[in-house]
């Protein structure tokens, strides 16, 4: 590859990071200046601005404490791999969603401790990483998600919205 082509491939992927970068923020409801003041100035306004246009690189140590900082596992700040093996970004994005759904309030997961909530947690972060859905307040589940938080929950299909219910965690309550 000649040394213009690298560096239109790294240019290409810098704003493509970017993206990624930007997607995630304004699904946690951020701005530029939000970020810059709940990171205590890590992560200012000027230069995030900039890792989101592609035009500054970020290092690897600066993504995971920006992935920390955000919330979510480091690799959805980085853009699918679009290699032949990779086609479909997205996860079941475009499932419909079930009649029989229910909304979790992921917020008050948070304050539940013990092995049930620890399982139940990471179940859920599995789903919002299947989806890229990282808002971190509601994440919706679908009739196929209730059949296994029914068995994290030891009750059966039927009765498990109850119990989430009970461990208040359904949202809107």
């Known amino acids: 590859m000649s040394e213009t082509m690298t560096g239109e491939v790294t ?10 970068l930007r997607a995630i923020r304004r699904q946690k409801r951020l701005s530029l200046q939000d970020v810059e ?19 500054r690189a ?6 995971q404490r920006l992935a920390r900082f955000y919330n979510v596992p480091v ?23 079930d009649e029989r759904s229910f909304t979790i309030d992921l917020r008050r997961l948070e304050d539940l401790s013990g092995p049930e909530a620890d399982m139940l947690n990471r ?17 919706t589940i679908r009739k196929d998600d ?7 929950l030891g009750v059966g299909v039927d009765s498990a919205t ?11 309550q």
């Open 123 to 139: 179940y859920l972060t599995m789903i919002q990483v299947q989806r890229q859905d990282f808002n971190g307040r509601v994440l």
């Open 162 to 172: 109850d119990r989430l219910d009970d461990l208040g965690l359904g949202h809107g």
């Open 75 to 97: 690799d959805q700040l980085l853009p699918a791999d679009e290699g032949p093996a990779f086609g479909e970004a997205g996860g079941m994005g475009g499932l419909p969603i």
């Open 146 to 152: 209730l059949r296994a938080i029914a068995c994290i």
């Open 58 to 63: 970020i290092s690897v140590p600066r993504l």
């Open 37 to 55: 003041a709940a990171s205590e100035l890590e992560f200012k306004a000027s230069v995030l601005g900039a890792y989101e246009r592609g035009e």
């Open 11 to 20: 240019t290409t992927y810098s704003r493509k990071v970017g993206e990624r």
